[in-house]
């Protein structure tokens, strides 16, 4: 009986979304709400069971780790840009998170983009087969892709049409990274339908 309310539940939320194709509409705008406010509710649940009372808490109380007091205090003075009078404090912590991020950032960029991607355009070029021309291909677009990046110079003559080659790399890779996304999306909404169809109407069996 459970399932079977969990299963009309479910397919009228579905309904309700998929209401929005025709035009904005209260049924829509519930279902969106109630979205909203279940993902804002699992959150802070999941904040509160996983990351303050395992690594904030507990340590401080079991453990006497009170070093733990000075990253809780930039996290509660960041909570002060509700209060106008001292919202400035909240600067503190966000400061401190924005430089930290960055030096991350850049850290993570080097080591899990920049040099992978460099390690993979150094390929070998022996032979005369496919995978030959493959890396010949790879090293050609890489090249003129950074050629119109590169805005130190006017890009006439061979820039020019260096430029010209690599935006059409650029476009190709676009095209590819929209329709991966384009298939992540018609997957899933395969899979509502298949809910619809098997599940609820049992039409599919």
Known sequence: MGTT???????????FIYSFLYKDNPFYKFAE??????????????????VIQPMLLDP?????????IIPAFFGIIMLTRWFPQISWLSRWSIAFTVGMGAGLGVTGAIQGFILPQVQATLVPLTGFNFETFNNLLIIFGVLT???????????????????????????????????????????????RIYFLLSDWLKVLR
């Open 5 to 15: 309310i969990g299963i009309w539940i479910a397919a009228g939320l579905t309904l």
């Open 33 to 50: 709400h109630l979205y909203v406010g279940i993902t804002a509710g699992y959150w802070i649940i999941y904040t509160w069971a996983y």
């Open 60 to 68: 401080m109380i079991k453990n006497k780790q009170f070093i733990l």
């Open 145 to 191: 892709t950074l050629i119109y990046f590169y805005f130190s110079k006017e890009q006439k003559g061979v820039l020019r049409w260096g430029s010209k080659i690599g935006i059409t790399f650029i476009m190709v890779a676009f095209g590819a990274s929209f329709g991966y996304t384009v298939m992540a999306r018609i997957s899933l909404l395969i899979g």
